[in-house]
């Protein structure tokens, strides 16, 4: 599972050109309105009794957004999650161990009011056999996937399964953009497989929609 470098910028995410790869390996929608600066200083600070201006200080009904750090599949399955950023050649870290999925860290975070958590694992290994992303290929809409973070918990809706061709996906940035509505975004290869032609010719891409506000754990 490899993708080119992507950023966490709004520009970048829109412009970039994207390569996904993936092979049996042998080792272990429409963008959100902006949100408005303040129109005043009242509504950035609020003034204390003694007529002095304080700053402003996140309502504690915020969240604060942060990294998945586990995911638990339809099947009931708890898959952990490490964050990933790209290797030297500028490809998508994906962790080797098939029981491990990796979230991009350009991505949205668990908590992000809009973009794209994507989260990417390996299918199979040679060494370690069927991966638990395997079953995201018969992944049926209306199944739910739990993510959560070191404080967070959020429940998800799969409301589509599709495959993507391997190679660019410039044309497909929703995939990892983080930009539009807030979804999960779950990545692993698919069939079929031809060596001659560098492993998996597709991914099977499972878009998922949250069903509430993130939870505290």
């Not at 042998?26 to 304080?54: F, I, K, N, R």
């Not at 429940?155 to 660019?168: P, Y």
């Not at 999960?184 to 998996?200: E, F, I, Q, W």
């Amino acid at each position: 599972m490899r993708t080119r470098p992507v950023r966490g910028t709004v520009a970048t995410a829109m412009l970039l050109a994207t390569t996904w790869g993936c092979a049996v390996t042998g080792s272990s929608g429409s963008s959100d309105e902006p949100v408005p600066a303040p129109s005043s200083p009242a509504a950035a600070a609020h003034t204390t009794s003694t007529g002095s201006v304080s700053p402003a200080r996140r309502a504690r009904s915020v969240l604060e957004a942060e990294p998945p750090e586990k995911a638990t599949l339809p099947s009931g399955r708890r898959v952990r999650i490490s964050a990933v950023g790209t290797t030297s050649e500028g490809l998508l870290a994906v962790p080797d161990d098939v029981d491990v999925a990796g979230w991009w860290r350009g991505g949205s975070r668990l908590g992000d009011p809009f973009g794209s958590i994507l989260v990417a694992a390996h299918v199979d290994s040679r060494a370690q056999g069927l991966g638990p992303f395997a079953e995201l290929l018969t992944a049926d809409r209306g199944a739910r996937v739990r993510l959560a973070s070191a404080g967070l918990e959020q429940t998800f809706e799969i409301r589509s399964r599709r495959l993507v061709a391997q190679g660019s996906l410039t044309d497909d940035a929703w995939i990892f953009a983080a930009t539009g509505t807030a979804r999960l975004t779950l990545v692993t290869c698919a069939p079929p497989y031809d060596a001659s032609r560098g492993g998996y010719q597709n991914l099977a891409v499972v878009t998922a929609a949250p069903l509430g506000p993130p939870e505290e754990s």
